[in-house]
């Protein structure tokens, strides 16, 4: 009887829920609500400092007169520092734009705030542009959905903080009245950083702009950068496209929709987003890094014992580079890849596969699957890469006590090396394979040398099976390559289940099956075997 009436009861909420859109609140209304809900408290501050001001006032009052009668049992530092902090509160929004300027130095914080939330709607406007491109209900609309619930989040932060800032500014202020009137008790420092650290929460914008330009400069914008570039020159390059990269899985998806490669196509068209989506995840993280850098900052100049001032500038750095993503990225793939295209490689001999053979099966699914299997590892290796610094640029907040995982530690060293290589899989593809032969991925045509008794027929579905194998092997290559990056990571990491001679294996084993062809070769010329065996060219 309970399970029927829990079940009714689920119905009937679910029939509210369908009937009441108004239930259907993300994020943003959410934050709008927050802010709504306390937009009143900067006046009921200042009400509440406005009767204390009035209080201490009377007291300083009082105490003027208790001097002047016994002035030894009542110092005159008393009812001054009482009847000044009356003043104080009585005058604390001039006391609030003081703690401001203290920290902006006079520059205009909306124009600050509008330089901070330029790059998170950026990021908006272009996934709300793929949205609209593809109005599906995929994983790109998904990303742009949490992106856009998320999009008041900078204004909800900085306006908590600034509320914030007005507690602590009078705090601060009380805190230098008990320091003239007990000053053994409490110390100047407890006064003046609590007004500092309050200015700089009014000033929230104006720290992260500059801690974004320290790593920035005066570079493009969030998209201009990498966004708009790498991710449309290099992002899905294909060595199967090498002209036009940009429009092989177009091409594939329209004249074979239901086959295995336009498949893996779509797993790259409807995710698309994945790195704008990080992007926007760091963006936000770094934003509330710096915020928590501030807080470390202050607590060290309270507490130099216990936190060192290393803790807030750097998480101050680390929220600044989470900001400028895409100017790390680009200086990560500009240092491991000089070069700005994918491998490219020449024409496979498989004319010969004609009819329903074994030969012809082998020669349609490896060319089906070889280009949008290059792009999709592309694909994984940018998107692992981003992932890969975002974890390095936040270890640099830990201590050097952690060892390998530290800020100096081979570990992180390792991961953002780790990151630059999956950002720029492609060329560093092309490097290996180009440190071993003359042409990288590039002879695949293959010419059987010892023909006899051999018509043309056979050698036609020869050489589509030579050309097939090539094709398949290439793919098994790029995929052991992707994995020896990752091994050569969890070494440096200190896995024990790892070791660096099975990830440079995999480094090199993947680079010779890239570039089987041009081994092979060599091989056979080493052997004394060029006349008899295959003869692998460019075309």
């Known amino acids: 009887m309970r399970m029927m009436y829990s079940l009714i009861y689920s119905l009937a909420f679910a029939l509210v829920l369908a009937a009441a859109p108004a239930y259907a609140v993300d994020f943003n209304e959410l934050s709008d609500n927050i802010i709504g809900s306390v937009e009143n408290l900067p006046g009921l501050i200042s009400g509440l400092c406005y009767m204390i001001g009035l209080v201490l006032g009377v007291m300083g009052v009082v105490k003027l007169k208790q001097h002047v009668e016994d002035p030894r049992s009542t110092p005159l530092r008393e009812p001054m520092i009482r009847l000044l902090t009356g003043g ?73 903080g600034y509320l914030c800032g007005l507690v602590v500014g009078v705090t601060g202020v009380l805190k230098l009245k008990d320091h003239v009137l007990n000053p053994e008790q409490t110390t100047l420092k407890e006064g003046v950083v609590r007004l500092l650290y309050a200015g700089a929460l009014f000033a929230i914008p104006t720290i992260v702009v500059a801690a974004y330009r320290t790593i920035n400069g005066d570079g493009a914008s969030l998209l201009d950068t990498v966004y708009q570039g790498i991710i449309y020159l290099g992002f899905v390059a294909s060595s199967e496209d090498p002209l036009n990269y940009t429009s092989f899985c177009p091409v594939l998806v ?176 092309t490097a290996f394979t180009g440190s071993m032969f003359t042409i990288p991925m590039g002879a695949n045509y293959a010419t059987l040398n010892y023909t006899v008794g051999l018509g043309p027929d056979e050698l036609g579905h020869i050489h589509a099976v030579i050309s097939a194998v090539l094709r398949f092997v290439i793919v098994i290559g790029l995929v052991s390559f992707l994995r020896g990056i990752f091994i050569v990571r969890s070494v440096a990491e200190g896995d024990n289940q790892a070791s660096m001679m099975a990830g440079v294996t995999h480094l090199i084993g993947g680079a010779l099956a890239v570039n089987l062809g041009p081994f092979l070769n060599a091989v ?15 075309f």
């Open 524 to 538: 056979q010329n080493t052997l004394g075997l060029a006349g008899y065996g295959v003869n692998f060219t460019m």
């Open 88 to 160: 104080a509160l009585f005058a604390l929004p001039i006391c609030y734009e003081a703690m401001y300027y203290a920290i902006t130095a006079g520059n205009n914080v909306d124009d600050d705030q509008e330089a901070m939330g330029e790059g998170f709607n950026s990021l908006f406007d272009f996934l709300a542009g793929l949205a609209t491109a593809v109005p599906l209900q995929d994983i790109n609309q998904i990303l742009g959905n949490i992106i856009d619930s998320f999009e008041e989040t900078p204004g909800l932060i900085t306006g908590l």
């Open 254 to 429: 329209v004249t074979n929709p239901f086959s295995l490669g336009s498949t893996l196509c779509q797993i790259i068209f409807h995710t698309v987003a994945f790195p704008t989506f990080l992007a926007g995840f760091s963006y936000l993280l770094g934003l509330v890094v710096i915020v928590w850098g501030m807080t470390k900052l202050k607590d060290h100049v309270l507490n130099p014992n216990n936190v060192s001032a290393w803790e807030g500038f750097a998480r101050i750095i680390v929220g600044g580079a989470l900001f400028a993503m895409p100017t790390v990225l680009n200086a990560l793939y500009v240092t491991m890849a000089s070069l700005a295209v994918p491998h490219t490689g020449g024409a496979f001999n498989d004319g010969g596969a004609v009819g329903n053979g074994l030969d012809t099966m082998m020669v349609a699914f490896t060319a089906n699957i070889l280009g949008p299997a290059q792009s999709l590892m592309n694909w994984f290796g940018y998107v692992a890469g981003i992932i890969l610094v975002i974890i390095g640029i936040t270890r640099l907040m830990r201590s050097a006590q952690e060892g390998v995982r530290g800020p100096g530690g081979v570990g992180t060293l390792m991961t953002f090396l780790a990151a630059g290589a999956l950002i720029s899989f492609s060329p560093m593809v």
